[in-house]
């Protein structure tokens, strides 16, 4: 089954959203996990997998010890993701869709971390997330309950002296819901995942 997931990486200093491409499958094995990433994406992914993997036993009551399960990810450009676990609900329904063999809407993304006991986590970096995913193509876009209202710090510049500048960053309270700029290019977010 192939779905989107989006994450956020870091350039000059300002913080982007970017959208994953995620592959995964089950093929007969031992219980493994297996891992592909281009761009290479840290150990929180890894951990998130494996979380995921329980989750969605206990949903589907399905025992994934004599299969493998192939996770390949690719960015449709070189970025360094910021590591973190926000693909977990993701993965979870990408793989419980997998074992039911029921399909995904490719339109609606998710974040979310993935918690044992089932329950869909905070994370980072919700607008910028957003916004990469609205300019995908995403029709719906899921964020764990709490995390429509987000900290932006908006960049103030204002000139002194002729030539030297004093720049600023205020924090400014926004609704993802009701934000309409295409670009977060002037926001960074408060935390990240």
Do not use: W
């Amino acid at each position: 089954i192939s779905f989107h997931a989006v994450a956020v990486y870091e350039e000059d200093g300002e913080y982007r959203g970017v959208v994953l491409n995620f592959t995964i499958s089950i093929i007969p094995g031992i219980g493994r996990v297996l891992v592909n990433t281009q761009p290479r994406i840290g150990i929180d992914l890894q951990s998130s997998i494996n979380v995921a993997k329980i989750v969605a036993e206990n949903i589907t009551g399905v025992n994934l010890n004599n299969v493998d399960i192939i996770l390949s990810i690719e960015a449709s450009r070189e970025v360094d993701i910021v590591d973190g676990p926000s693909a977990g609900a993701i993965l979870t329904a990408s793989l419980i869709s997998l074992i039911l063999n029921k399909s995904m809407d490719p339109s609606v993304y998710v974040t979310g971390t993935i918690e044992p006991n089932g329950s869909i986590g905070y994370v980072g970096g919700i607008l910028e997330k957003a916004l990469a995913a609205a300019e995908n193509g995403a029709k719906t876009f899921i964020v764990p309950k709490g995390e429509e209202n987000v900290t932006v710090y908006v960049r103030i510049e204002r000139e002194v002296f002729p030539g030297f500048y004093i720049i600023t960053y205020v924090p400014k309270k926004i609704n993802c819901l009701l934000y309409t700029s295409p670009s977060p290019r002037d926001l960074s977010t408060s935390r990240m995942p």
